[in-house]
């Protein structure tokens, strides 16, 4: 049997989710292009176009490019440690030892908790004098009373992506350990007959046979890492300084506390170039390196 | 010499999962102390009390906010199940450019942030004369779980619901409708039940949308009452009920997750990892 028995008119099917799908998703995005070239503030609806002078004003200041660099330096320190530490992680879980299952539901807790709650706890982890992390380096007799990861301008960007890194690791663990079962017993037995050893096992079949679960996790990571806001918001409200402001946190404070929209949405559309830019070069990328796999 | 070897892995493995879940661990044990036990938190579960709670279930107006997270994430969850499978099953079965084109369609949208979009949203449903009420958010929850919903319909579809499970009914001359929601729906299982896991977890835990929409205190779900204890986290005297209110927040999700933890591993994996 082939589509010639399936009808045309199936395509009813799509309506519901399409209108959804183009009344608040795609239109909105449209109309941020419209809006972009607007000294648009929300509450007169009648607006000029005053072409290109939002983004000049947005490269002009500085606000481009601090927060398209913070959001560039936190989406790749999230990938390669949220990735790296999931990995290993599925590996460990990965061997035959009792209670993985057990390990595995440990490791998997944090993704249950909403951004907000992760958020709060995560500020009391950093809190200088008092907080977890200067407690217990106090308990070790080194001074921790001082450390304010989040108040200093050179660690707080860090401080955050490790939260998020900490929240996601559950999710790409769990991804990379269906792929690790995915791999035949026999081809290890038959690695090891061979003679081959444990690192060349793990490097000519384990990760050859990750590719999916691998391409998976980048390309999740890599939209995750561009969508940079929860702890940057909860957290530091984009400071000290700029130093955490992401570009959402930019567009989310310039539309909402200084009521610019058309600004905002100038920078929403800077934003929107990159993250298609860069998801497109990587999914392409990634897809290519697969199939050659 | 095998038994050694496995026990310093079991303890190497339990103390890099328990530093993992400190923050979480610490927490819990001092949303458990009462407000003058507030020195040495290192000092876990010294004491059991559920003062911190109390205060916390008052302030967060818990029962309310529970009763709205709960409409709010099974109102969307299920209007999600039946728009995207139903959108996935033309998507599947037709093979011409439009349905490759909606596939490539509805997936792009999952690369696009929420808080970028949202002033021309806001305009849209203002525009559209949609009141502000509690159930706005749904709206938007429906909108955001399209991609990866349909994705995941999507795929189950073509990999495991041949074409011949409709046979007898295709010559029955059974209609669309029937075959769909009689014959290929109920087969659409386990991957209804990845949908309404991962796209449940995120609107259950969602504030950003709630706070672009509700305003009131009693309208609040779960993740939007606790924006109520923004500030407190900087305040070394308010952690005891903060950490019972996170607690509280998460309460629900880890009692469903402690049930049907075999659901939430398999259904993250279903589609994402091919056999």
Same mark, same amino acid.
């Given at each position: 049997?082939?589509?010639?028995?399936?009808?045309?008119?199936?395509?009813?099917?799509?309506?519901?989710?399409?209108?959804?799908?183009?009344?608040?998703?795609?239109?909105?995005?449209?109309?941020?292009?419209?809006?972009?070239?607007?000294?648009?503030?929300?509450?007169?609806?009648?607006?000029?176009?005053?072409?290109?002078?939002?983004?000049?004003?947005?490269?002009?200041?500085?606000?481009?490019?601090?927060?398209?660099?913070?959001?560039?330096?936190?989406?790749?320190?999230?990938?390669?440690?949220?990735?790296?530490?999931?990995?290993?992680?599925?590996?460990?879980?990965?061997?035959?030892?009792?209670?993985?299952?057990?390990?595995?539901?440990?490791?998997?807790?944090? =993704?249950?908790?909403? @951004? *907000?709650?992760?958020?709060? /706890? #995560?500020?009391?982890?950093?809190?200088?004098?008092?907080?977890? +992390? $200067?407690?217990?380096?106090?308990?070790?007799?080194?001074?921790?009373?001082?450390?304010?990861?989040?108040?200093?301008?050179? =660690?707080?960007?860090? @401080? *955050?992506?490790?939260?998020? /890194? #900490?929240?996601?690791?559950?999710?790409?663990?769990?991804?990379? +350990? $269906?792929?690790?079962?995915?791999?035949?017993?026999?081809?290890?037995?038959?690695?090891?007959?061979?003679?081959?050893?444990?690192?060349?096992?793990?490097?000519?079949?384990?990760?050859?046979?990750?590719?999916?679960?691998?391409?998976?996790?980048?390309?999740?990571?890599?939209?995750?890492?561009?969508?940079?806001?929860?702890?940057?918001?909860?957290?530091?409200?984009?400071?000290?300084?700029?130093?955490?402001?992401?570009?959402?946190?930019?567009?989310?404070?310039?539309?909402?506390?200084?009521?610019?929209?058309?600004?905002?949405?100038?920078?929403?559309?800077?934003?929107?170039?990159?993250?298609?830019?860069?998801?497109?070069?990587?999914?392409?990328?990634?897809?290519?390196?697969?199939?050659?796999? | 010499?095998?038994?050694?070897?496995?026990?310093?892995?079991?303890?190497?493995?339990?103390?890099?999962?328990?530093?993992?879940?400190?923050?979480?661990?610490?927490?819990?044990?001092?949303?458990?102390?009462?407000?003058?036990?507030?020195?040495?938190?290192?000092?876990?579960?010294?004491?059991?009390?559920?003062?911190?709670?109390?205060?916390?279930?008052?302030?967060?107006?818990?029962?309310?906010?529970?009763?709205?997270?709960?409409?709010?994430?099974?109102?969307?969850?299920?209007?999600?199940?039946?728009?995207?499978?139903?959108?996935?099953?033309?998507?599947?079965?037709?093979?011409?450019?439009?349905?490759?084109?909606?596939?490539?369609?509805?997936?792009?949208?999952?690369?696009?942030?929420?808080?970028?979009?949202?002033?021309?949203?806001?305009?849209?449903?203002?525009?559209?004369?949609?009141?502000?009420?509690?159930?706005?958010?749904?709206?938007?929850?429906?909108?955001?779980?399209?991609?990866?919903?349909?994705?995941?319909?999507?795929?189950?579809?073509?990999?495991?619901?041949?074409?011949?499970?409709?046979?007898?009914?295709?010559?029955?001359?059974?209609?669309?409708?029937?075959?769909?929601?009689?014959?290929?729906?109920?087969?659409?299982?386990?991957?209804?039940?990845?949908?309404?896991?991962?796209?449940?977890?995120?609107?259950?835990?969602?504030?950003?949308?709630?706070?672009?929409?509700?305003?009131?205190?009693?309208?609040?779900?779960?993740?939007?009452?606790?924006?109520?204890?923004?500030?407190?986290?900087?305040?070394?005297?308010?952690?005891?009920?903060?950490?019972?209110?996170?607690?509280?927040?998460?309460?629900?999700?880890?009692?469903?997750?402690?049930?049907?933890?075999?659901?939430?591993?398999?259904?993250?994996?279903?589609?994402?990892?091919?056999?």
């Amino acid at each position: 049997m082939n589509s010639a028995v399936m009808k045309k008119t199936m395509y009813w099917f799509v309506i519901p989710a399409l209108a959804f799908y183009l009344v608040f998703w795609i239109v909105p995005i449209l109309k941020l292009f419209q809006y972009s070239v607007t000294d648009y503030n929300g509450f007169v609806q009648s607006y000029k176009y005053i072409g290109f002078d939002n983004f000049k004003q947005l490269f002009k200041d500085g606000i481009a490019g601090s927060s398209l660099a913070n959001t560039l330096i936190y989406t790749l320190v999230f990938v390669v440690f949220s990735n790296l530490v999931s990995l290993c992680l599925a590996f460990i879980l990965n061997m035959k030892i009792r209670a993985t299952g057990l390990y595995r539901t440990a490791a998997y807790i944090p =993704t249950l908790f909403s @951004a *907000i709650v992760v958020g709060f /706890i #995560w500020s009391y982890v950093y809190m200088p004098e008092s907080g977890l +992390l $200067a407690t217990v380096l106090n308990w070790f007799h080194l001074n921790g009373s001082d450390l304010n990861l989040l108040g200093t301008y050179g =660690t707080a960007l860090y @401080a *955050i992506t490790t939260v998020e /890194i #900490w929240k996601h690791i559950g999710t790409s663990t769990v991804i990379f +350990l $269906a792929g690790l079962q995915t791999v035949p017993q026999d081809m290890i037995e038959a690695g090891k007959m061979d003679g081959a050893n444990s690192w060349q096992i793990t490097k000519l079949i384990r990760l050859p046979m990750l590719a999916t679960a691998i391409t998976i996790n980048f390309t999740l990571s890599i939209i995750n890492g561009l969508k940079a806001f929860d702890y940057p918001f909860i957290m530091t409200n984009g400071g000290p300084g700029r130093a955490t402001t992401t570009l959402l946190v930019d567009i989310f404070n310039i539309a909402f506390k200084e009521q610019q929209f058309g600004k905002a949405s100038a920078l929403a559309v800077i934003s929107f170039a990159v993250i298609i830019l860069i998801t497109t070069y990587f999914v392409l990328k990634l897809n290519k390196r697969e199939v050659s796999a | 010499m095998k038994l050694a070897k496995q026990s310093v892995t079991h303890v190497l493995i339990s103390a890099l999962l328990i530093i993992n879940l400190l923050p979480l661990i610490i927490a819990l044990s001092s949303s458990l102390r009462s407000i003058k036990n507030m020195t040495n938190p290192l000092l876990l579960f010294n004491e059991f009390t559920l003062e911190s709670y109390r205060a916390a279930f008052t302030k967060m107006h818990f029962m309310q906010a529970l009763t709205n997270s709960l409409v709010l994430t099974v109102a969307s969850v299920v209007i999600v199940v039946i728009f995207t499978a139903m959108a996935a099953y033309p998507i599947a079965r037709l093979n011409s450019r439009i349905s490759k084109f909606l596939y490539i369609f509805f997936l792009s949208g999952l690369v696009v942030p929420s808080q970028m979009v949202i002033i021309p949203i806001v305009q849209t449903i203002q525009g559209l004369h949609i009141p502000s009420s509690q159930y706005t958010p749904i709206l938007m929850f429906i909108t955001c779980s399209i991609p990866f919903s349909s994705f995941l319909y999507t795929g189950f579809i073509k990999s495991s619901i041949p074409i011949e499970v409709e046979e007898s009914a295709l010559i029955d001359g059974a209609g669309l409708l029937r075959r769909f929601w009689q014959i290929v729906f109920p087969l659409l299982i386990p991957v209804t039940v990845s949908v309404v896991i991962t796209q449940g977890v995120w609107i259950w835990n969602d504030y950003f949308f709630n706070m672009i929409f509700i305003s009131k205190a009693a309208q609040s779900p779960l993740p939007l009452a606790m924006l109520g204890f923004m500030g407190d986290q900087t305040n070394p005297t308010a952690w005891n009920v903060l950490f019972a209110a996170c607690f509280l927040c998460a309460l629900p999700l880890l009692v469903i997750f402690a049930f049907l933890q075999k659901f939430f591993i398999g259904g993250l994996t279903v589609g994402s990892v091919k056999g």
